[in-house]
């Protein structure tokens, strides 16, 4: 079993629309969570962390994190086709970041 | 302020040879991280430093080593380079804390080729 796992995509939706990006992870001692943004052949941009449950909302972004069902979630709301990338939900583990294979995301005009 | 730095940006081996990848850690960051990144993966952990010394280690081999300068700024060296050590190389930057990650901030990477 990977220790974080997210859906390769893509997940594709139309400008101005709502994204949901989804991540389970397997170790229940990772207390810090990151969401990434990584553009081809870039390194990835950190654009959100969460530590605690509930919902964390920066800009156009919303971190929600539920430690019980070990569940985190990225929404982006009115989508732009600037926010077409691939984006790595991140578990932190002592001293590590465990990373998930990313979700491509596509926001088509 | 001056954000994590790596270099060289890419860089061309040959199979056995050895290689080493610089990091600058972003301004008043005290612990730098090394990750690698194969194609359409995440990063993987390699190691961390802090204080100059190795805190964990990922499940890399002994051919993957490492060092931390008193200025912060690190080093990640691999020998006898094999065709599977090709990846972009991550340096990340944080500020320590004992029970909980910080957050992390990534160079623009290194990209490895071995021919």
């Known amino acids: 079993q990977k220790e974080v796992e997210q859906n390769s995509g893509p997940l594709s939706v139309p400008e101005g629309a709502i994204a949901s990006l989804n991540c389970t992870y397997s170790d229940r001692g990772s207390q810090s969570f990151f969401w990434y943004r990584q553009y081809s052949g870039k390194s990835p941009e950190l654009i959100m962390s969460?530590?605690?449950?509930g919902d964390k909302e920066d800009g156009r972004f919303t971190a929600q994190l539920n430690k019980a069902s070990q569940y985190v979630s990225l929404l982006i709301r009115d989508s732009q086709p600037s926010d077409s990338a691939t984006y790595l939900c991140a578990a932190g583990n002592t001293d590590k970041l465990i990373f998930g294979t990313g979700t491509r995301l596509q926001v088509f005009p | 302020d001056a954000g994590v730095t790596q270099s060289p940006t890419h860089l061309i081996k040959t199979r056995g040879q050895q290689v080493t990848l610089r990091c600058s850690p972003k301004s008043g960051h005290d612990t730098v991280s090394w990750y690698q990144q194969a194609l359409g993966q995440g990063p993987q952990f390699i190691f961390q430093?802090?204080?100059?010394?190795?805190?964990q280690r990922g499940n890399f081999p002994d051919r993957f080593s490492g060092h931390q300068f008193p200025n912060y700024s690190s080093e990640l060296n691999v020998n006898a380079l094999l065709l599977g050590d090709s990846a972009l190389y991550l340096c990340?930057?944080?500020?320590?804390?004992?029970?909980?990650?910080?957050?992390?901030?990534f160079g623009q990477g290194t990209r490895l080729t071995v021919v």
């Open positions: 990340a930057s944080s500020l320590y804390h004992l029970s909980l990650n910080t957050e992390a901030f």
């Open positions: 969460i530590y605690s449950n």
């Open positions: 430093y802090y204080e100059e010394e190795e805190r």
